[in-house]
């Protein structure tokens, strides 16, 4: 088992920038594909970014392609999203996820973290 436990978020204005952090506890972090996905008010949650358990490979959702960047280090078990541009719709409850099964990452992790909200003001 994984836990997980997100950092980072808060208040800023659109067009500003907020890196997330992600800090996984328990055995072979390595193993575990990572990702991130959102919930705004009153809308399902929704894939954001995920990376392999390797680094090598990442996938966004195309609402945010080209202003965030999902990145790991495994030497201190933590997942990164970087975010810049950010817009209102941006807002949301941001929470990480992990599973051992790269393809089930974008769709249904195992593991979550509790969230952390972003606010973006416009």
């Known amino acids: 088992q994984v836990q997980l436990v997100e950092s980072g978020g808060g208040l800023v204005q659109a067009g500003g920038s907020l890196r997330l952090s992600c800090v996984a506890s328990?055995?072979?972090?390595?193993?575990?594909?990572m990702g991130w996905f959102r919930q705004a008010p009153g809308k399902e949650r929704q894939f954001v970014a995920a990376i392999s358990s390797g680094g090598s490979i990442t996938y966004y959702a195309d609402s945010v392609k080209g202003r965030f960047t999902i990145s790991r280090d495994s030497a201190k078990n933590t997942e990164y999203l970087q975010m810049n541009s950010l817009k209102y719709e941006d807002t949301a409850v941001y929470y990480c996820a992990a599973d051992t099964n790269t393809a089930r990452i974008r769709s249904g992790p195992s593991y979550w973290g509790q969230g952390t909200q972003v606010t973006v003001s416009s």
């Open positions: 328990g055995r072979s972090f390595s193993t575990y594909a």
